[in-house]
Structure formats: C-alpha cells, structure tokens
C-alpha cells in the first residue's frame, strides 16, 4: 500500500514545519515530502499533524509533562480514523491532563471509562456486582437493548437530563417496561459517578427525576385462585397428560394408552401439549413455591434419601439460606420421572430441552404456561403467579387432616410454618426432626391435594392426587384423601376424562376413532 501511495503522490523536496489552523481539509492538503514534518495549529498550542515521506497522516499532540525538559509526543491516531474536530477534542483533554501532570499513555484505563457508552457502563456493572441474579443481569441487558435502545451506544457523560424526560415522555406504551429502565438509568450512573466519568454535578438522574413521575402500574393480585385456578389446573392436566385411568368398566388398570399417546403427538403438531420437563417443573414449583430462579439450579446432589424418605435442598435463594423440604408422594414421583431420563452429564434435575444450551438448566416456562392458559379460557400468567398461588392456598384454602378415635380432625397451616416453607425466614439452616419432617411432610400435602381436588373434569368427584394419577400412574383411588374426595357438582370444563383421555381420540391425520 505504501509503494502505491509512493507512486501515485508527488514527493516534495524538504520544508520546514508548516503552521495552519487545522480543518476538516488540512489534512488532504499535505503533502509528503523527502523527510517527516509536521503542520502545527494556529490555534492549539501542542496539536498538530504528523506527515510522512510515505504519505500517511497522523494527529499528535506534544507537551512538556512535569515541567520536562522535552516534550510529550502522544499519537492520537490516522488522519483517515478522525477528522480534525474529534482530533483536537482528544488532543484538548491530553494537554489538559499533561498539565496537570498525568501521562494518557498510563491513564489509558481512565480514556476509557470518559469514552464509555451507557451499554459498556451496563457491562462492567454486572461484571463487577455479585449481588445481581442472572435473572436479574438477563431482565437489564434485555432493557438496554430495548427500552434504552436510543442511549445504548451514546457516551455517558453526553445524556442530558432533557433527553431523558423526552424518552421518558415516548415510552407510555409500556409503562412498567419504562419505570424499570429508569431505574436501570439510576444504576448505571450512579456507577458512572463513582468511577469519575461524571461528576456527581453533572448527574442528570437527580434532575430528570425531578422532571417526571413514574408511571401508575397496577400490581398484579394472585390470579390464580378460586374458578381461574379450577380452570388452570384442569387444562393442565389436559395438555400435560401420559396417561389415563380407565375405570372399573374397563377391568380398573393403568395404561400409557397408545390412542393418548397418538392423539398427543397430534396436538403436540399444533403446539397444543406441553413437555414433561416444563411440565413436572410447573407442578414441582406449584407444589413447593419456590422462587424459579431457586428450582432451576436444583442439582442431582442437592437431594438425599430415597422412597421411604427423600430431601431435596434450594442452594440458590434469594436470602441466601439453603432451602431444605421433604418430598411428599407427589415430589418424590416427580424426581423420579426426571431421573429415568435425566442425561447423565448434566447435573441439574430440571435440564435445558435446548441441546445449544451453555446453563444446562430450563430456562424459561413462560410459553407453556401460555399454552395452558389460552386453552383455560384465562389471563396468561407468570411464573411468579405460582408462587403466589401457593401462599394463597397455604393461607387460606389447605387443611391438615388427622384422624383421631374415628372422628376427622381439620387444622390449617400456622402462618410461622409456612414462612419456613417459602423461605423468608432466614432460619432453614438446621436439620429437621423426625416430627417436624412428618408434619413439613403433612402441610405440602395437604396444599398439594387442595391443588389435586381443584381440578374438575364436571364429574363432579374430586381426588386428591390426580397429579400422580394423570402424569405418574398411580391409581387415584388409591388414597381417597380425607375432606377431598366428594360428590359436589361443578359446571366448570366438560368431560374431559371420559370424550378426550379414554374414548375417543384422533389419528395422525386428525380422523377420530374408537379406543379398545
């Protein structure tokens, strides 16, 4: 490339240095000559343009550092990266800090965090904050690329708080969206003062602040109770279903009924069932009420025993204390099931479906969860909502039962134990006792069976362990649950056991046909 800038640019013979005010078209003005010179500013002292016999440009900047007795001579780069008014910015802030003693070639890092851009800002945040989830560093960096799309790639230190509040102003569409990145604006900046790319002066957050309220949301109630979670938890069992009871008509056994098994593959076509893996980490979270960020990272090792008594341990919590809960009947089928066709090389009990995946773990069951509700006639829930439902009926729906000299004795959860269920005590560290295991044992299924006996095909007969029964093969008469099993009619669905699990299903091509 040289050769031919030597062939096609006229070399002229030697001049002493040239002295111009340094524009746009300077630079496409000089041209080379035997030996290196130089075209000094008129108008900033120390900046100039660097001309060599081969016709490449350079701006420098030169200043004496420390009171020295020669000059700094620092390369700020080709005449073709900048132009002249970028070049001299750059040049200003060298002389600047070569006059108050410090060298840019060692304050490198600190040109870096003034050239910094609000995403680059977002990324060394989360680099250096252990405190925030993955959940959490996901939900930001999504924002940044949406929400925040308009200041992404901007320097920090150029947003104004008048931009702001006029991309605050735009974002009424989704106002929830917004106040959260607002708040991600908040810490972001506030990083930004702490490492001196602003100055805690020229924070616009404060004055933006001052300039507009968040927008009004309206906190979303626990949904899913009542008729909504009858309705939730009988279309789950429709799109989650393996298997199906086929009464005592039918000699009273348990089957994975070919005709189910084709009539699934058909709906599965139109995207109409759920997969086990998100369908037993739905039920496991329904039945416990953990937070999803704490199911997803259960591991294989994270759980002791066996059938006569198994334990299972939350590491990942929110508070930071490990989560130690006994498996009831329902929990234990459940591991099982992930166990005969867990992959032997990857740790988590919950694994990623996606084969591409770097965490190994589920990561999101919002699609299915999506699926059972437009199928339930309902408003799409979140994961959270789960949660939620959980306290909700541990609170005022599920009933221990005992029976004591003949006669069914009823009692409810105490509020103290179900804050140890759900973690917000910060004291689950110790080990159980054989009688507060029991009864941890006693309380998750009592809200297990009260989720069981919601479920209504408009039969009218309510069992208490129809999870089991639907997904795991057990018989669900097996354990008439106490308070639970009843001849109460409910107009809620249609009979989804007897026209859609057992009689009548379709073929590969959609033609019904009789089963058996």
Known sequence: MNDKINQTQTVLPHNPTVYKHIVKATANGLKPRKKRYYCRDTKLEGFFIVINPNGTKSYVVRAKLNKGKHGKFITIGSTEQYNATEA??????????????????TNAKEMEHRNATLEELLASLLKSKSGYSPTTARAYRNLMTTRLKAFKDKRISTINQFELEQWFNNGSDKPTATNRAMSVLTVVFKRAVALDIIKEVDNPIPKFRALVDPYPTKRRSAVLKGVMLEKFLTSFIKLGSTHTWKGEEDGGWWAND?????????????????????????????LIGCRSAELKMLQWTDIKGNSNGATFTLTETKTGVPLTLPCTKTLFNILENRANKRDEDNPYVFQAQNKMSTSGHIQEVRRPLELICKDAGIETITPHELRRAFINCAEYQAKVYEKKDGVVHSERIPYQDIQSLINHKKSNTQEYSGNESQQRIKQLDAIGKHFSSCINFGDGLRYGNQFDAYFYLENPEDEAPLGYRTTEKNTIGKNFRESNLVRVVKDEKGKAFKNG
Request: proline share 2%; hydrophobic share 35%; charged share 35%.
């Open 88 to 105: 001299r910015e750059i040049a200003r802030e060298h002389i600047s800090l070569i006059h108050r003693g410090i060298d840019p070639k």
């Open 258 to 286: 070919d005709g189910l098994v084709i009539e699934n593959q058909f709906q599965k076509a139109k995207k109409k069932t759920i997969n086990e893996t998100a369908r037993d980490y739905i039920l496991f979270k329904l």
